[in-house]
């Protein structure tokens, strides 16, 4: 029981690591559109997309709440903490709500799309509560239309992953075996 464990922590240490170093690159990416002051591409959401197609809801919520933490304290600030968190934490479970309906209803690409669009959405609300000013709102047109097309672009990402690379799945397996064995009562 030692070993599926250890593989569970090593999985969402790495995951965490590649979401911290995807975000923090990412900052540096200064973004062409003028229109859209402090916009993204989301890259880290695919860390969040494999992480819910992977492990079970708790641990996915974890490596989320971990990745913003220390994307935060190795180069953001605490109004970029605000922003992050409150477009991860919405998008996240809006994920999680539309993965529900299943794959015959969604596709990935279609919830990351969902997760996109949500991540401006969490992000537009806190800043309208700072600049106490609905006004803000009037960037969601603009913001969405980039929440879609990164939202796409991350979920072709993940489906190629998914499909391409062999560990994702066995380690979507290796959860479930632990989890199931984790359900099963014990005899002493």
């Known amino acids: 029981m030692a070993q599926p464990k250890v593989q569970k922590y090593i999985f969402m240490a790495l995951l965490v690591a590649q979401g911290v170093i995807i975000g923090l690159l990412e900052r540096m990416i200064?973004?062409?559109f003028a229109l859209t002051p402090g916009a993204k591409l989301g890259l880290a959401n695919l860390i969040t997309i494999v992480a819910l197609f992977t492990m079970p809801i708790r641990d996915s919520f974890l490596l989320t709440a971990m990745?913003?933490?220390?994307?935060?304290?190795?180069g953001g600030t605490l109004?970029?903490?605000l922003y992050s968190a409150?477009?991860?934490i919405?998008?996240?479970f809006g994920m999680l709500l539309i993965?529900?309906?299943g794959p015959k209803r969604v596709s990935i690409i279609g919830i990351s799309t969902a997760g996109g669009v949500l991540h401006n959405i969490g992000q537009l609300?806190?800043?309208s509560l700072i600049a106490q000013s609905w006004t803000v709102m009037l960037y969601l047109p603009v913001l969405a239309f980039f929440g879609i097309l990164a939202g796409i672009a991350i979920g072709i990402s993940a489906n190629y992953l998914f499909a391409h690379v062999r560990t994702l799945n066995y380690l979507k397996t290796s959860y479930a075996e632990l989890n199931?064995?984790?359900?099963?009562p014990h005899n002493h």
């Open 30 to 32: 200064p973004f062409p």
């Open 99 to 101: 993965k529900q309906l």
């Open 86 to 88: 409150s477009g991860a």
């Open 125 to 127: 609300l806190t800043a």
């Open 180 to 184: 199931n064995e984790k359900k099963k």
């Open 90 to 92: 919405l998008s996240y």
């Open 67 to 74: 990745r913003l933490i220390l994307t935060t304290l190795l």
């Open 79 to 81: 109004s970029t903490f």
